[in-house]
């Protein structure tokens, strides 16, 4: 009889264990409404790591932002070089410049998105002297914006040898968010690209193209031949410089408008409609926001109509030029800030209730992707056990590059390590910095820990 029972206990023991272990936990997490500030997405800080001439004729950077009663947080910091700053003389680098501003931006949380640009449109933004003296006065050029003929070898030449040594400098930096393709007309705006022989064209678009194999590319949208050149090369980017302009100088030019007769044209016909599904959009202001209210006339309706048309296109970074947001237009910037690139929302996921050590964490998961555009960085998704004595982190295999807007489904397993202790555990989910495998990104629900993950619920380690 004592046997009888024994055997009793010991099949409804293991019998429970048996249930108890096949148990699965659904989660299903609170969304909230608040503004995420997120790598890579967002507003951008603009000129605005304040430059003084330094010793050298380089630049050295102070902080100088506006507080976030006037202007967003942010994430980018966006800077431009003039290239006779940069190197003036030949082969001789004032890496300095961009080392510093990286430097300050990293200081106070921000990736640099930079550009450095052949010339601008005062004297003292020429080409380098070296080479102006090597070239000589250019006196007829076919173009108002040009400063040297792009055709010149020796343009041609010096210029792609700087976007090469960028290149083996900073390309795969992981604090460069990402280059700015430049190669002729002011500020390197690629007025008169169309002008361009194919030769020309390939060798200062592959200079780029061969330099930064890591780094994201955006490019102007500034020619057919031109901007369907890079893109058939690489997964680049593209930006337009701008936004708004509804009618700015519509008068001077028979109607004409930017927002009308540019941009939904110009995305369709350079072929740039399906890049934003692999690289970022960055939008720029058409003056700044206060030029919209007070010289344009701007109100509700219009900056409503502006901020639909950029998030059809996809946008992900706005350039706003540092400049203060009106008070009573507020509301609207921060509902465009939370669909501005990507915004991810975990709606479901589900998990065994008991997991052995060694044994297999099986889980599915639900996301959303509220934003108009995916995370275009490999930050890698990791779950994470924790209680009091032990914390376990355990990397997934999740690619969110690919999270374009809309469902997405990621189901996977992960193995606990085979001395991971007994216990009652806090099971977490966060998506990481790959250096530091610390949160990098903030999600769009609650459950967010002191440390940056979120909180999924309890699970068992036992045998």
């Not at 501003?101 to 933004?125: D, I, S």
């Not at 964490?361 to 275009?376: D, I, Q």
């Not at 809309?406 to 007994?422: I, Q, R, S, T, W």
Request: aromatic share 12%.
């Amino acid at each position: 009889m004592q046997n009888i029972f024994h055997s009793a206990v010991l099949f409804f023991t293991l019998y429970s264990a048996a249930v108890f272990a096949q148990e699965t936990v659904i989660v299903r997490p609170q969304e909230t409404d608040e503004i995420l500030l997120n790598p890579g997405i967002g507003f951008n800080t603009s000129q605005h790591l304040e430059r003084n001439p330094g010793p050298d004729s380089m630049y050295d950077y102070t902080e100088r932002l506006l507080g976030e009663e006037l202007y967003p947080k942010t994430t980018i910091a966006y800077l431009r070089f003039n290239w006779c700053y940069f190197e003036p003389e030949k082969n001789i680098y004032n890496w300095y410049i961009i080392d510093n501003a990286l430097k300050l931006a990293v200081e106070r949380g921000q990736t640099l998105a930079l550009r450095v640009v052949p010339y601008g449109n005062r004297p003292q933004n020429d080409i380098p002297g070296w080479l102006r003296a090597q070239i000589g006065e250019s006196k007829e050029l076919a173009h108002s914006f040009w400063r040297v003929d792009p055709e010149d070898p020796l343009y041609v030449k010096h210029w792609t040898d700087l976007v090469r040594n960028l290149g083996e400098r900073y390309d795969g930096h992981p604090d460069v968010e990402f280059i700015d393709l430049s190669i002729v007309g002011f500020w390197g705006e690629g007025a008169g690209s169309n002008l361009l022989t194919d030769k020309t064209r390939k060798a200062l678009v592959d200079a780029y193209l061969e330099a930064f194999k890591k780094t994201q590319l955006v490019m102007l949208l500034t020619d057919e031949k031109t901007n369907r050149y890079g893109r058939s090369k690489r997964e680049v980017g593209w930006r337009v410089d701008c936004l708004g302009d509804l009618g700015f100088w519509a008068d001077e030019q028979d109607g004409w408008t930017h927002m009308w007769d540019c941009y939904p044209q110009r995305i369709i016909e350079t072929g740039m409609q399906e890049a934003w599904k692999t690289a970022p959009v960055v939008l720029g202001l058409c003056g700044v926001f206060n030029t919209w209210k007070n010289r344009e006339g701007y109100g509700r309706e219009e900056v409503k109509y502006i901020i639909k048309q950029s998030l059809k296109w996809h946008i992900s970074i706005l350039n706003a030029k540092s400049s203060p947001v009106p008070e009573e237009w507020r509301p609207l910037i921060e509902e465009w800030l939370k669909k501005m690139g990507y915004r991810l929302v975990l709606r479901k996921f589900t998990y065994p209730a008991v997991v052995r050590p060694h044994g297999k964490l099986t889980f599915t998961s639900w996301w959303e992707n509220k934003g108009v555009a995916p995370c275009y960085k490999k930050f890698p998704l990791a779950l994470r056990l924790k209680n009091s004595r032990h914390s376990e982190m355990l990397l997934t295999e999740a690619d969110i590059t690919g999270w374009l807007p809309g469902d997405n489904l990621y189901d996977d397993a992960v193995f606990l390590p085979p001395d991971m202790p007994d216990g009652e555990y806090d099971l977490e989910i966060g998506i990481l910095d790959p250096r530091t495998l610390k949160p990098k990104v903030r999600l769009a629900i609650e459950g967010h820990t002191t440390d940056g993950w979120y909180g999924l619920g309890r699970i068992w380690v036992r045998e």
